[in-house]
């Protein structure tokens, strides 16, 4: 997969290895990145590696928490 300057991304699991692994490189690329978690704590890791939104399954639909 190849991310282009700008473009954005949804990470399920972002929190996880892989995910946070995932959002990493994707704000490397300048990629709008947004990470897909399941608890407050989850929440917390993802915005600290810098995700550009989170969304949390346990408030909700996740994309209607990105379309807001």
């Given amino acids: 997969c190849t991310l282009y300057e700008g473009e954005r991304v949804i990470i399920t699991a972002a929190a996880g290895g892989v995910g946070s692994l995932l959002l990493q490189v994707a704000k490397r690329r300048k990629v709008r990145a947004y990470g897909i978690v399941s608890t407050e704590a ?3 890791i993802v915005k600290k590696l ?3 939104g ?7 639909d996740v994309f209607t928490q990105y379309q807001a």
Wanted: net charge neutral.
């Fill in 42 to 44: 989850k929440e917390e």
């Fill in 54 to 60: 989170v969304l949390n399954r346990s408030r909700g």
């Fill in 50 to 52: 810098g995700a550009d």
